[in-house]
Antibody, heavy 119, light 107 residues
Framework: QVQLVQSGAEVKKPGASVKLSCKAS????????IHWVRQAPGQGLEWMAM????????KYAQKFQGRVTMTSDTSTTTVYMELSSLRSEDTAVYYC????????????WGQGTLVTVSS | DIQMTQSPSTLSASVGDRVTITCRAS??????LAWYQQKPGKAPKVLIY???NLESGVPSRFSGSGSGTEFTLTISSLQPDDFATYYC?????????FGQGSNLEIK
């Protein structure tokens, strides 16, 4: 079965960077896009970016362009998302998600990683 | 960016009620709309994709309709497990965008 397992919680200081991982299993890794969606405490869902795990292309929400870097390691079927220049507003749960089997919405979700940005 | 507006933001209902949540897009998204259910502390779960397609394993009391700019999620007879927050999402164009959420509470 499809599984997305994310790395553990992080605490970072403002201005630092954080690199999150998302290990995929149960399907052909390069056949589906991986997306990142975040949710600030008590707030709604915010789509951030998407990567083709073959590494060929990515899409970013404009507000994250320049601060988000996504990479993919096909040997370990793991996608990474690095967010730089962290500020307190980046405190959120970050989810990796995979395209749905039959559509391009977010069909499978990881368990989420809490990133706390605090001085 | 395409703006997604859900209504209502909060809805109080009772077990057995029929409930409808509306989602409006700021421009046409054809049928590229998904509905998600989220419970506290959990990742969202897709209920409906491509506006009206029921995700495998999701109870048939959930249904979706609409195209273009106006969409609805209907729960035909609320069950205790349905009290949660619901989000719509357009995936017609990047950046994908979500509605602000509709919190379904027990009356």
């Amino acid at each position: 079965q499809v599984q997305l397992v994310q790395s553990g919680a992080e605490v970072k200081k403002p201005g630092a960077s954080v690199k999150l991982s998302c290990k995929a299993s149960g399907y052909t890794f390069t056949s589906y896009h991986i997306h990142w969606v975040r949710q600030a405490p008590g707030q709604g869902l915010e789509w951030m970016a998407m990567i083709n795990p073959s590494g060929v292309s990515g899409k970013y929400a404009q507000k994250f362009q320049g601060r988000v870097t996504m990479t993919s390691d096909t040997s370990t079927t793991t996608v990474y998302m690095e967010l730089s220049s962290l500020r307190s507003e980046d405190t959120a749960v970050y989810y990796c998600t995979r395209d749905h089997d039959n559509s391009n919405c977010n069909g499978y979700w990881g368990q989420g990683t809490l990133v706390t940005v605090s001085s | 960016d395409i703006q997604m507006t859900q209504s209502p933001s909060t809805l109080s209902a009772s077990v057995g009620d029929r409930v409808t949540i509306t989602c409006r897009a700021s421009q046409s998204i054809s049928s590229w709309l998904a509905w998600y259910q989220q419970k506290p502390g959990k990742a969202p779960k897709v209920l409906i994709y491509k506006a009206s397609n029921l995700e495998s394993g999701v109870p048939s009391r959930f249904s979706g309709s609409g195209s273009g700019t106006e969409f609805t999620l209907t729960i035909s007879s609320l069950q205790p497990d349905d009290f949660a927050t619901y989000y719509c999402q357009q995936y017609d164009s990047f950046p994908y965008t979500f509605g602000q959420g509709s919190n379904l509470e027990i009356k």
